[in-house]
């Protein structure tokens, strides 16, 4: 079926189509009439007054009748009601009698008043649950007849019973569901024109069927339903001709034990056509890889069903064809013909297959059901010369013009399947290949040493080997086609051709397969093993490398490894070399094959060292390796799961007397001079003054260095290079740079290169101050505010300094006396956080990191589970004046006023926060408790306020209430307030206690034709039981006592200026749950929340579907502005020098906060 909108377009309403199609056609011609005189059929409609017997009659065209299948089973039970029961006005359903004038008790009926010569008739098998609201199919069974009798639906019933009886000739079926599915047809072939066969149970003579019984039960294989190959082999030895489609092969699978293929096999086997491939010693494919058969058991010439192209071909020599019962031989007995109304045929697509009549009771019921049937009337006989005559009264010259389409058509599908069919082939020819290190590699250097062919693979193997002897003349000897692949080895060869008579598809051969031509026994005098356990693995053989001068050596290395990006050949200390060998050999067979004496040891790279963790050479790290035990020595490549890339270490016992390997156990360490490479320091001097931060241009050197180096030498080094040593008092610490260029803190000296966590080939900044011990930590602080870019000040202090002793040293730093202060730490989003509330507790123990910044508070430290909490009051939008679509952007929306005034958009409207102080209470305290210490503000004394209940508490969010709290009676931990959080308080007119699933949205009503809004009102929508656009449309719409129905609904994002509709959308029902999940307006895309501004539309009195103002265009204007200047900005700053743009005291750039929003699934 196909959908447009939700309009349904299926085989009915393509009926009725292709009818009016036919009908435009014929206009003006002799034939303008044939659709109406072949199924054009009247129904009167009769109500008779019960009064007068008056009789009010209507007649109704029709081309097909829509019959009912709910409720009812059989196509006679539909028509019965449709045309025989009456339906009776009574009671409250009375009828107004024309002749009478008034009300009265009538009977209503329709019957059949002209039959039409074709009969069409629909199955209304698609229906509605109203309590579900979705669409179903009927799939409960509902019976039709071969022939039906119409006389008792009829008007006129005197005639002869011919002329009410109609017979089956078509059925139209439907496959799949009501939301898609597959059309196929039941036609009746009248005339005999197609080669029907009947099903071979109906053919053989009942002594025949017992023997194959008996056979069948002495030499079926026994099914095991857990083997595939005992079940396919099992299905098709049941078959008379002993082969089966493969397109039908899952289906009998499916019958035979009850479950899919896909379910019960693929998982473990793949797709069945692999498995058959991988099974060609058990199955063969036949009739041009239509069909599958047995190896041992091969179908006959007489059993075995010609494919497509053989049946067309071969129809007249065949002797199972459809012609053989017209045309027996001279020595064959003439079949009975077959019985009447047996030539039924199933169309499938391109599949045409022969059906018996019996059939057609299959699709009485199930997904798989009739969908449309068409019956034609029994009077209607064909003449004796249309019977097997296709060309029947047809003119010569569209039979000319058909025969010239057809050979047009097959010379088409000649074509496509040669194009379909054709493979590219790369020949690999033995003469221009050598066997080394387990694998053939070419002799010549060039890429493309295969040669390409194109060739049939309906084509059997002999015919490819002949091809290839006609290509190369000069071939001497036996021929084997073997399958090849190439590897990073080389070339490896896998199965041989050897059955000639197979086609090369049987056979596995697909486009871009490389062949290997060869004698099948040896290349170049050598012998090749050939399959997948021969498979080659090509790995690293890595052997010691000792030059004479190191030094020098990692010079040079490091000058290459800067223009290359690495070391060549495993750098000095180790040597690489890539070597092939047969996965099939044995470790003790690779040390003979590398030339190493018995005694040497291999090992393999240790995956759970420092070599696989951070790398040789970085973090001054020596590599790991594991020896190969005895017993390793003997299993194969294959065995020990090696594969291509892996390294393998080769070791002499004198190589231990060198310091580079170091053996414990079975594992090796090897330390090479490699390792030893170097570490990059720039200096950098730092001149911090009140215009900003000034530097010296950056001086860089190399300095030689290993893992246990240690960083104080390399200080030293760099120190003496740089001649900085002249200069008296001066001390310098070393710091790595992150990769936004930033300094980290400076690294403990103390440590080597290794320890301190510094990777070698790195670069270090020397800096201006001094470097912590091992036991201390390197902080960073500032004073009453949150860090600024480059104004944190640095201290070193002990991990055992306490957090009083650590705000002494950093109060004595600045200058500033007093007690009157405290330490925070920074947040996530580096913003002051929480206190350190232990002062006597160590830095180490409250897990102060090194680096970490702190903040120093003014202020004593707040008792433990207490909060501070800023208030702010909210001032009533109604008293200030302002446009219904007035609102704010810029800067002025997220900073405070010099007056610690903040303005705020609430409702479309602007309204006015004010700071009016500090409440410090505990976190186990109620929310009454909060609204009540609230007023005893000194700012909120002139508030009138009954009870707490007219007091709204919102929590802000960036400067804006974000959240109603809710619940007199939770406590702030509930409600999850956190030290310094922003509460907003509203002043009410009425006492408000919201639950935790009522939401307060500011509703505005637009203005019909204009664009803007009527003033916002409050409204409160529970969405407790039902969070659908439903229930708000509904909510809407008792608060405005309008319709549902002609309401819009839109919310507003103030941040964007832009509206975003609400409507009811519609979600896909999972296969699996079956359960559709409900619509919510408070999750994803819209997250209702309190505050939230809502547009409605009266859509019976406005027609502008729009919800966007002037002023919102206008503010989309201003966002495209700012960031255009954003972008032009950020191209100024990346053309200046980056040195030249920082600011004292400018603050860090931080991206705004968003609400996060996790949908958790209910879990079972």
């Not at 490896?492 to 397969?513: F, K």
Request: hydrophobic fraction near 35%.
């Amino acid at each position: 079926m196909h959908r447009k909108g939700t309009n349904q377009h299926d085989v009915q309403e393509l009926n009725r189509i292709l009818f009016s199609a036919l009908e435009n056609s014929l206009v003006g011609t002799s034939g303008s009439t044939f659709i109406h005189r072949l199924y054009h059929g009247t129904i009167v409609n009769s109500i008779v007054c019960k009064e007068c017997g008056n009789v009010s009659q209507r007649q109704e065209d029709f081309l097909d009748l829509t019959v009912c299948v709910c409720g009812v089973s059989s196509l006679e039970e539909a028509l019965w009601n449709m045309f025989v029961e009456e339906e009776l006005f009574e009671g409250n359903n009375l009828y107004r009698c024309a002749q009478c004038d008034r009300l009265v008790n009538a009977a209503k009926s329709a019957k059949l008043q002209k039959l039409p010569p074709f009969m069409t008739m629909s199955l209304l098998r698609f229906s509605f649950d109203f309590a579900k609201f979705e669409r179903y199919k009927e799939t409960g069974r509902y019976s039709f007849p071969l022939t039906i009798n119409l006389r008792p639906f009829c008007e006129q019933t005197d005639g002869e019973d011919s002329d009410y009886t109609y017979d089956l000739f078509s059925v139209i079926i439907h496959k799949g569901g009501c939301y898609g599915g597959h059309y196929h047809v039941y036609i009746r072939d009248i005339d005999e024109l197609g080669q029907w066969e009947p099903p071979e149970e109906d053919v053989k003579p009942k002594t025949q069927k017992k023997v194959k019984e008996v056979e069948k039960e002495v030499y079926e294989p026994k099914l095991q339903e857990d083997d595939p190959l005992s079940v396919l082999t099992a299905i098709i030895a049941q078959e008379p001709s002993k082969s089966v489609l493969l397109d039908q092969l899952g289906q009998k699978l499916m019958n035979e034990i009850g479950s899919s293929w896909s379910k019960k096999f693929r998982k473990h086997y793949g797709p069945i056509g692999k498995f058959l491939q991988s099974h060609n010693d058990v199955f063969m494919l036949v009739s041009n890889g239509t069909r599958v058969a047995l190896k041992a058991n091969p179908p006959s010439p007489v059993t075995e069903l010609p494919g497509p192209a053989e049946q067309t071909i071969n129809s007249s020599t065949t002797p199972d064809s459809g012609d053989s019962e017209q045309h027996p031989g001279p020595n064959q007995k003439p079949e009975p013909e077959p019985v009447q109304g047996s030539h039924w045929f199933d169309l499938n697509d391109s599949a045409v297959t022969s059906i018996r009549e019996s059939d057609i009771e299959k699709q009485f019921q199930g997904k798989e059901s009739a969908y449309m049937l068409f019956y034609r009337k029994t009077q209607l006989h064909r003449p004796q010369e249309a019977l097997n005559n296709p060309p029947y009264k047809v003119p010569s010259h569209l039979i000319q013009m058909a025969q010239d389409e057809n050979i047009k058509l097959h010379q088409m599908r000649e074509k496509f399947e040669a194009t379909n069919n054709t493979v590219e082939l790369h020949l690999h020819l033995a003469p221009s290949y050598r066997l080394e290190n387990g694998a053939l590699q070419p002799l010549s250097k060039e890429p493309n040493g295969s040669i390409p062919l194109s060739f049939d693979r309906r084509k059997t193997v002999g015919d490819l080997r002949l091809a290839i002897y006609q290509m190369q003349e000069l071939w001497e000897g036996d021929m084997a086609l073997t399958v090849a692949k190439s590897l990073p080895a080389g070339l490896h060869l896998y199965n041989t051709l050897r059955d000639d008579s197979v086609s090369l598809y049987s056979a596995g051969i697909y486009t871009n397969t490389d062949l290997f031509v060869w004698n099948g026994r040896e290349v170049c005098g050598a012998s090749v093993l050939i399959g997948a356990e021969w498979e080659p693995v090509l790995l690293t053989v890595v052997r010691p490398y000792l030059g004479e001068d190191v030094e020098q050596h990692v010079e040079d290395e490091a000058e290459y490894e800067e223009s290359k990006g690495g070391f060549e050949n495993g750098g000095p200390g180790l040597k690489k070399e890539a070597r092939g060998f047969a996965g099939g050999v044995t470790l003790s067979e690779v040390k003979e094959a590398l030339g190493e004496p018995k005694e040497s040891l291999l090992c393999q790279e240790h995956k759970g060292g420092k070599g696989r963790e951070q790398g040789a050479g970085e973090g001054g790290g020596a590599s790991g390796w594991r020896v190969f035990p005895p017993d390793d020595m003997q299993r194969t490549l294959k065995e020990l799961s090696l594969k291509d890339g892996d390294a393998l270490l080769v070791l002499e016992p004198q190589s231990f007397d060198s310091s580079v390997f170091t053996r414990n156990g079975d594992l090796v360490t090897v330390t090479t001079p490699s390792d030893s490479r170097w570490l990059q320091v720039e200096f950098r001097s730092h001149v911090k003054g009140g215009e900003g931060e000034k530097e010296e241009e950056g001086k860089r050197i190399k300095v030689l260095a290993t893992g246990s180096t240690l960083l104080t030498e390399v200080k030293q080094r760099a120190i003496e290079e740089l001649m900085l040593q002249e200069l008296p008092g001066a001390q310098y610490c070393l710091r790595q740079v992150d990769c936004t260029g930033k300094l980290l803190p400076p690294v403990c000296e103390e440590l080597s290169v290794r320890d301190a966590g510094v990777r070698l080939m790195t670069t270090l900044t020397l800096c201006p101050g001094k470097g912590p011990k091992a036991s201390q930590l390197f902080l960073q602080f500032t004073v009453g505010t949150a860090p600024s870019a480059g104004m944190e000040m640095d201290i070193i202090v002990e991990k055992t300094c306490t957090v009083k002793e650590c705000l002494q040293a950093m109060l004595d730093a600045v200058g500033i006396d007093g007690t009157c202060w405290h330490l925070r730490r920074l947040d996530w989003c580096e913003e002051v956080g929480e206190p350190l509330m232990e002062e006597d507790a160590s830095l180490s123990e409250l897990k102060i990191s090194n680096g970490e910044t702190l903040v120093v508070t003014e202020g004593h430290l707040p008792p433990k589970g207490f909060l501070k909490i800023p208030v702010w009051l909210y001032r009533d939008p109604k008293n200030v004046e302002a446009d219904f679509n007035h609102t704010i952007s810029g800067p002025a929306e997220e900073a405070l006023m010099e007056d610690g005034q903040c303005p705020l958009v609430s409702g479309g409207n602007t309204a006015e926060l004010k700071s009016v102080g500090l409440v410090e209470i505990s976190d186990e305290a109620m929310l009454e408790d909060l609204k009540a210490q609230v007023l005893t503000l000194p700012a909120l004394q002139d508030m009138c306020v009954p009870t707490t209940g007219f007091m709204r508490v919102w929590q802000m969010e960036g400067r804006r209430p974000a959240r109603i709290l809710r619940g007199p009676q939770v406590t702030l931990k509930k409600l999850k307030l956190s030290n310094g959080t922003d509460i907003c308080v509203q002043q009410l007119l009425k006492e408000e206690d919201l639950g935790p699933k009522e939401v307060l949205l500011n509703v505005k009503m637009g203005v019909p034709g204009e664009r803007f809004y009527y003033p916002p009102e409050e409204l409160v929508w529970n969405a407790s039981h039902d969070s659908s656009p439903r229930s708000l449309r509904s909510c809407l719409a008792a608060h405005f006592g309008l319709s549902p129905d002609s309401l819009l609904l839109a919310k507003h994002q103030p941040d964007k200026h832009m509206w975003e509709e609400i409507s009811n959308w519609t979600q896909q029902v999972s296969k699996k749950k079956k359960k559709k999940k409900a619509e919510s307006l408070l999750g994803a895309p819209f997250h209702l929340k309190d505050g939230d501004t809502i547009g409605v539309k009266n859509l019976l009195i406005d027609n502008n579907r729009k919800f966007t103002t002037v002023e919102d265009e206008q503010g989309q204007q201003r966002l495209r502005e700012q960031a255009e200047q954003r972008r032009k900005g950020g191209q100024a700053a990346g053309s200046n020098d980056a040195g030249s743009q920082k600011k004292a005291g400018q603050t860090k750039s931080r991206k705004p906060e968003v609400a996060l929003s996790i949908n958790v699934g209910v879990f079972r």
